[in-house]
Nanobody
Framework: VQVVVSGGGHVQAGGSLSLSCAAT????????MGWHRQAPGKQRELVAS???????YYAETVKGRFTISRDNAENTVHLEMTNLKPEDTGVYYC?????????WGQGAQVTVSS
């Protein structure tokens, strides 16, 4: 199973960006799919996640601005980011749990300028 990430980029504060992630190489259902980010000089943090059971989590700092969605049939997860702030800047990582295996995609840079 591979985790392939696309999206990200550079936007001014108040703008929008999106990220997509696909878990390829398996037709098994992926229970946990989430997005983490790592800001410069800070620890990686969970931003948003979703499970096949419908549980959705958002960090307090992104609630109301970010929306996570998934396609269970395609094993893809999408993160729509709106009203972006400079503090949203960082490298965003897609994380999926396939069975008992924790998999990570390559990072996607998101830069928000003031």
């Amino acid at each position: 199973v591979q985790v392939v990430v696309s999206g990200g980029g550079h936007v001014q504060a108040g703008g929008s960006l999106s990220l997509s992630c696909a878990a390829t190489g398996t037709t098994d259902s992926i229970n946990f799919m989430g997005w983490h980010r790592q800001a410069p000089g800070k620890q990686r943090e969970l931003v948003a996640s979703t499970t096949t059971g419908g549980f959705v989590y958002y960090a307090e700092t992104v609630k109301g601005r970010f929306t996570i969605s998934r396609d269970n049939a395609e094993n893809t997860v999408h993160l729509e980011m709106t009203n972006l702030k400079p503090e949203d800047t960082g490298v965003y990582y897609c994380n999926v749990v396939h069975g008992v295996v924790d998999l990570w995609g390559q990072g996607a840079q998101v830069t928000v300028s003031s």
